[in-house]
């Protein structure tokens, strides 16, 4: 997955134990609510690795990757919201998809750094179901 930030261009972001490494309250409370199952899966901690996709990373207490626990607890669908669009989030639903995850992209809860077009593309040719949190 293009770019690779290797010169440092690429702001510090979801650094562990900061603001902007938290999962969002209403977030946790909406798993809660569903009675869903709530697991993080750390990836970037390697900083000579890059780690774009969320399929790239692992649970910290069992070391489950993402496809492991999604296995483990007998999930097949996705949805796949977050930062940034066109980096992670496209990286992480492509790497869904092709594992044969059924992927569903909320495009009103993805952030995109430019414009969003070419890589909705890229995720719909991938097999990727785009649509919003108030269709699910």
Not at 48 to 60: I, P, Q
Not at 73 to 89: D, M
Request: a negative charge; hydrophobic letters at 45%.
């Amino acid at each position: 997955t293009e770019p690779k930030f290797e010169d440092g261009s690429w702001p510090a972001h979801g650094v562990a134990k900061t603001r902007n490494a938290y999962v969002h309250p209403a977030l946790i409370a909406v798993c809660r609510e569903l009675g869903l199952r709530f697991i993080t899966i750390s990836k970037g901690m390697d900083k000579n690795t890059e780690a774009y996709s969320a399929f790239d990373g692992f649970e910290l207490c069992d070391r489950d990757t993402l496809d492991a626990a999604l296995i483990k607890h007998g999930i097949k669908r996705l949805l796949v919201a977050g930062l940034a669009g066109e980096v992670c989030v496209e990286a992480s639903a492509i790497a869904g998809r092709e594992l044969g995850y059924k992927v569903e992209l909320l495009e009103n809860a993805v952030g995109f750094l430019g414009d969003p077009a070419p890589s909705l593309e890229r995720m719909q040719a991938a097999g990727i179901t785009v649509s919003s949190t108030t269709a699910v």
